[in-house]
């Protein structure tokens, strides 16, 4: 369904300069054992929230890297709360760490810090040009 995120972030919104809170279930088809979310999604959602930070801030940016703590299995279909914020920024690089928690108790469940890049709307041209020459055939001078 079109303007649904596949991952179960249901709503985001910033609270105050550097935090956002992200509103988020996960959907049964990421089990990944009884009643328990699989460790993909966790890591892959902890990412989506964490990379939505500089985003809500117009800033287009990639993730360069991310590190994923996981503290307790997390439960499907509960409502979850990601709070995400920025420990510092650095030229075109946002230091970001986030927690994923339980509601309505607020048990940590996951937390994660990464780094993301800054990127110009070029980017992502620039990279189909890139895959296309990784389809060329080798030794080929096209």
Same mark, same amino acid.
């Given at each position: 369904?079109?303007?649904? *995120?596949?991952?179960?972030?249901?709503?985001?919104?910033?609270?105050?300069?550097?935090?956002?809170?992200?509103?988020?279930? *996960?959907?049964?088809?990421?089990?990944?054992?009884?009643?328990?979310?699989?460790?993909?999604?966790?890591?892959?959602?902890?990412?989506?929230?964490?990379? &939505? @930070?500089?985003?809500? &801030?117009?800033?287009? =940016?990639?993730?360069?890297?991310?590190?994923?703590?996981?503290? %307790?299995?997390?439960?499907?279909?509960?409502?979850?709360? @990601?709070?995400? +914020? @920025?420990?510092?920024?650095?030229? =075109?690089? +946002?230091?970001?760490?986030?927690?994923?928690?339980?509601?309505?108790?607020?048990?940590?469940?996951? %937390?994660? =810090?990464?780094? +993301? @890049?800054?990127? /110009?709307?070029? &980017?992502? /041209?620039?990279?189909?040009?890139?895959?296309?020459?990784? /389809?060329?055939?080798?030794?080929?001078?096209?």
């Amino acid at each position: 369904m079109r303007g649904t *995120c596949r991952l179960g972030v249901e709503r985001e919104r910033l609270e105050g300069e550097d935090t956002a809170l992200f509103d988020v279930r *996960c959907p049964r088809d990421q089990e990944g054992g009884p009643d328990v979310a699989h460790g993909g999604w966790t890591a892959a959602v902890l990412d989506e929230c964490l990379g &939505h @930070v500089p985003l809500l &801030h117009r800033v287009l =940016s990639v993730t360069a890297e991310l590190s994923v703590s996981f503290v %307790k299995p997390v439960p499907v279909e509960r409502p979850l709360e @990601v709070r995400a +914020w @920025v420990e510092r920024r650095a030229g =075109s690089r +946002w230091y970001i760490r986030g927690e994923l928690v339980l509601l309505p108790n607020r048990a940590l469940l996951a %937390k994660a =810090s990464g780094i +993301w @890049v800054q990127r /110009d709307p070029a &980017h992502f /041209d620039r990279h189909q040009r890139w895959l296309a020459e990784q /389809d060329a055939e080798p030794g080929r001078g096209d």
